[in-house]
């Protein structure tokens, strides 16, 4: 598709179909959770030198410093360097290799730094084929917090939360439905990008007959339980779910000639990238910008990072910040519910679809926007907006706020001369 | 003749404003009725981006 040129007028009305294939598409994909394994064992392509990243692609020396440390602790995690020196000279020479999480059907939350042996969740849509993989949070690859403080986190799960969940998704006869329990959650209080407390609960709730009879001790599952209870990266579990079945949903409207709809969005804290349908692979990219919201005490809005994270996935397929107005506390991101359905009205205006699976209870259960059309983007100067968790510029810290980011417009406008380029 | 052109402002005005929130923030501080309608240049103003998409359109598209 790539370099072929359509000698003829362009019909405008075939830009209209090829879109309408890939909204309908993307909303008739499903989205079951079938297993979780070493990134190296299950995804096509993945190498043992191989550290991948959040966001479109960027030069190790142009890189944010966060997402550096992160990579570094992934690194150093895996065994493929000793100190934080040794691994960034690897990296610098090319001993050690770094890639978009993209490039491999991937995605991460946050810095998204993931390693060969971590074990990801392996999401597949049945309706069309499609398998997506997912590096759950943790605080040293997802924030870049100290890795003396996170290899702990990582070890655990490896060891003792991956071997549960995947007898657990065996259990239940090998897969999870996470997309109808991400409707679940939409009508319950929850954007599905930072908010998931009732996502989980719906979810715990499923898995927990199905947990208990893995056969694991009682040490294991208390540990396990604890883990979702109370720590940062239980918590967001759902979350690693959501963009895991939004990446094997998006997938299915990629690589459809003529359409002009977003498939891929992601930051990698430097730039903020979009990938396009009728455009293949190719990144377009912005500055990441700035997330406006709180912080929690102790840091302020100059020590956050800009935007960074392959979450920006949960805003391609229509949820999150797209969505924002079925979450009243998040909505006050944005300055109250009023604005946040303001906000939602105008993503109806960018997008093409509307998905009668995912509601909007506080808007009288209206059908969630998707399909982010590049020429309304530019045409009506609205640009999507991300629903974001906070890093620490530096490295080191833990989360440290939430808030919402912009994409940048220019990202869209270098898509549509793309576009136009290719086709017209 | 141009006593009648005045009277309009000398009655209650309720104002439309196009574009720019801060024009009808003053309005309202002066207790004058304001409706707002969200319009943004299309394309930023960007001709070369107009035309680009003038040619993507399909017909009777809005």
Known sequence: MNGEVIRRRLDPEEIEKANQKAVARMIESEAYLVDIQPAIKVIPGFKQDLITHAG?????????????????????????????????????????????????????????????????????????DNTAYVWQQTDSTAFGDRLERGIKEINFVKEVLAPVMKATIKEMGGRINIKEIMALGLQMGDELHSRFEATLGAFLVRISPALVSTGFSKDELRRVLE????????????????????????????????????????RNGVEFGIRVSGLGTSWFTGPAGRVRGFTFPGYTHDDAAPDIGDSAIIETRGLGCMTLA??????????????????????????????????????????????????????????????????????????????????????????????????? | MAGHKLDILRRKIKAINVGISTFADSLRMQGVDVIEVDWRPPAGGDEELLKILESLKAKDRE
């Open chain 1, 56 to 128: 479109p692609p960027i030069e190790w020396s142009r890189m944010a410093k966060v997402q550096k440390v992160a990579i570094i602790n992934a690194a150093i995690a895996e065994g493929l360097a000793d100190t934080p020196e040794i691994a960034e000279k690897l990296i610098e020479r090319g001993e050690i290799q770094i890639a978009p999480n993209h490039n491999y059907n991937l995605v991460s939350g946050m810095c998204g730094a993931t390693a060969p042996s971590f074990p990801v969740l392996v999401v597949k849509d049945p309706v069309h």
């Open chain 1, 227 to 266: 883990y979702f209870a109370t720590t940062h990266g239980g918590k967001w579990y759902p979350g690693n779910l959501t963009m895991g079945a939004c990446k094997v949903m998006t997938m299915s409207a990629e690589n459809i000639k003529l359409s002009t709809i977003v498939t891929v969005m992601s």
């Open chain 1, 326 to 424: 079925a979450s009243p506390s998040q909505s006050r991101f944005i300055g109250g519910l009023q604005e946040a359905i303001r906000h939602v009205k105008d993503m109806y205006r960018i997008t093409v679809g509307k998905d009668p699976m995912f509601r909007v209870p506080t808007m009288d259960f209206a059908e969630a926007p998707v399909g982010i059309d590049i020429r309304k983007v530019v045409e009506l100067n609205i640009v999507p907006k991300v629903t974001t968790g906070m890093a620490h510029k530096e490295g080191g810290h833990p989360i440290i706020g939430a808030g919402i980011a912009e994409a940048p417009m220019e990202a869209f406008k270098k898509a549509l001369l793309a576009f136009a380029r290719e086709y017209v």
